[in-house]
């Protein structure tokens, strides 16, 4: 995430898409699939880290 609010979209893809690989998450888990929408948006040039999504994410720590 560190690399995407730095504005290196493709390195933060690439992250992300090497935790999926490697099979960090559960098969179906709600996690995984928000990284792969991540990753999808990342490599359309999109920074997927709205506020809306910040505020999502922190609110799932909770």
């Known amino acids: 995430m560190a690399r995407a609010l730095t504005a ?5 893809a690439e992250d992300f898409q090497a935790a999926i690989n490697q099979n960090v998450f559960a098969k179906e888990s709600e996690a995984k699939q928000c990284r792969i929408r991540w990753v999808e948006a990342l490599k359309n040039g999109v920074n997927p880290f709205t506020a809306e999504e910040m505020a999502a994410l922190q609110a799932a720590e909770g």
């Not at 290196?8 to 933060?12: I, M, R, V």
């Open 8 to 12: 290196d979209l493709a390195g933060a």
